[in-house]
């Protein structure tokens, strides 16, 4: 990770100079203090801004790189800002950091935001390489805010890179390597952060009769775990504040309804749903929020075999509720159904979010720029908004549409998990309802789409979202 460096600390002053500026006030450059009279010449002769780059200017022998922001700029939009100066930056060990201050924009709430933004552009995933070039390494180490004191709730923002971070590891690791067994004692590891971590195995699971869950992991050489974890930031409180579930399919063949060669690739990013909802609950932690959490994450792979569940079988759920399976490949349901009935029948959580890179419909309707929301409590899925809308991870309302829910019914069972092709996103999201217990305020964020940026490389979606609301629910 960075190293981040405020005002009074130790530093080199003479090092390259990062400038951003309001765009209204590109004729405004008075108040950032460390600049010398020909700098502010320089910056001010150069004109126009733009966001979309950096403009390089030595000036006394010393670089500026110079760079506008609108009034309102969001999470996201900062992250993309990030990105630009990061890549003229890379070569460069220590910058520093100044802007024009704002009256809507706090300067600690700024650096935080930056920092935040520094980190996603800094993360690379290059564990496995065995021939980098040192020069192929980048060089910018310290990013220094020299006009700014630190923050006094740095320690939230640094707790959140680190969960960010982590998210983003689990979701890049080959699926040789994190394996279930190999997530589920990744989890177990985090019981140093005082949270509860009870890894339930493969016999546990077949005794229990999660049988949606054994059915999926049936076909795979490698078993399931379900992996519980508890944070009790309010211990005076019995009550769980808010419990979580997050789709943990390590790897996602199709099953016996076997994905193409194209679909294939990628699919060890299937369990990016239960690596934010680890990485949200790491957090959590970190930060010693004082609200209760619990989270249940069902770990598997779904692969064919000769005793693998197949197309036309009727598996029998935790709930008690028969499933006539249609498609192996809608595996994702089927597992979030047993742990979400868990969560409320032996944990007795009331309020419930699941998160799952759930279905193809949502990536296809939103291209990763939104995730869908459906649920079944007005209250709830306006806090996840809310949540969503002050985090930059951007949410969209879907429609639980009743007709489509009677797509699922079934003949010999109780229901299909698949009835027609359209609108997956509420179907699946229906099937799911189907599990939520009465007086149980619920809501699913499919983030299908937004788990990958454009190299392939995970994102880390999802844990800025649930910590925010994390936040939201401790100050109900």
Not at 204 to 225: C, F, M, S, T, W
Not at 380 to 399: F, I, S
Request: charged share 25%; aromatic share 8%; net charge negative.
């Amino acid at each position: 990770m960075l190293e981040f460096m405020f005002k009074d600390e130790n530093y080199c002053s003479s090092c390259p100079l990062v400038v951003f500026v309001r765009e209204k006030d590109g004729s405004d450059l008075s108040r950032i203090a460390t600049l010398s009279e020909s700098q502010k010449k320089d910056l001010l002769a150069w004109g126009k801004f733009d966001i979309e780059r950096c403009t390089k200017i030595v000036s006394g022998g010393r670089l500026l790189l110079a760079i506008s922001f609108p009034e309102k700029t969001d999470d996201a939009s900062w992250r993309r800002v990030a990105e630009v100066v990061y890549q003229e930056a890379i070569r460069l060990q220590i910058i520093e950091v100044v802007w024009s201050s704002s009256e809507e924009m706090p300067d600690g709430c700024l650096a935080a935001k930056l920092a935040l933004a520094f980190e996603y552009a800094a993360y690379c995933f290059d564990k496995y390489h065995t021939k980098k070039k040192e020069e192929e390494y980048p060089l910018l180490e310290t990013v220094v805010f020299p006009l700014v004191s630190k923050p006094a709730d740095w320690r939230q923002v640094t707790a959140l890179a680190n969960a960010v971070r982590y998210a983003r590891d689990l979701g890049n690791e080959p699926p040789n390597i994190l394996t279930p067994e190999a997530f589920a004692l990744d989890i177990k590891r985090l019981e140093y952060l005082d949270i509860r971590v009870d890894l339930l195995d493969w016999n546990y699971i077949r005794q229990n009769k999660l049988g949606l869950i054994e059915a999926v992991a049936k076909g795979a050489v490698n078993k399931p775990y379900v992996a519980v974890m508890q944070w009790q930031g309010n211990p005076k409180q019995k009550e769980w504040d808010l419990g979580l579930v997050g789709k943990g399919v390590t790897y996602d063949s199709g099953g016996i309804s076997i994905k193409t060669d194209e679909q294939q690739i990628g699919e060890k990013k299937d369990m990016c749903g239960a690596a934010a909802v680890v990485a949200a609950m790491k957090a959590a932690a970190l930060q010693k929020l004082p609200v209760n959490l619990i989270a249940v994450l069902p770990l598997v792979e779904n692969m064919p075999a000769g005793n693998a569940y197949k197309p036309d079988d009727v598996m029998t759920s935790l709930s008690g509720q028969t499933v006539e399976i249609v498609d192996t490949d809608g595996e994702g349901r089927l597992i979030l159904a047993d742990a979400l009935w868990l969560l409320q029948s032996k944990y007795r959580a009331k309020t419930v979010v699941d998160m799952a890179t759930l279905t193809g419909s949502t990536a296809y309707i939103f291209s990763g720029f939104y995730a869908g929301l459906l649920g079944n409590d007005g209250e709830l899925l306006a806090q996840v908004k809310k949540a969503a809308e002050e985090c930059g991870e951007k949410v969209w309302e879907l429609p639980m549409e009743p007709e489509i829910d009677k797509r699922l019914n079934s003949e010999i069972a109780d229901m299909k998990n698949v009835g027609k092709r359209g609108a997956d996103s509420t179907q699946a999201a229906c099937f799911l309802q189907r599990y939520i217990q009465k007086g149980v305020r619920w809501a699913h964020i499919d983030i299908a789409g937004c788990e990958a940026d454009e190299k392939g490389l995970a994102t880390g979606f999802g844990v800025l979202l649930l910590n925010r609301l994390m936040n939201l629910t401790g100050k109900k």
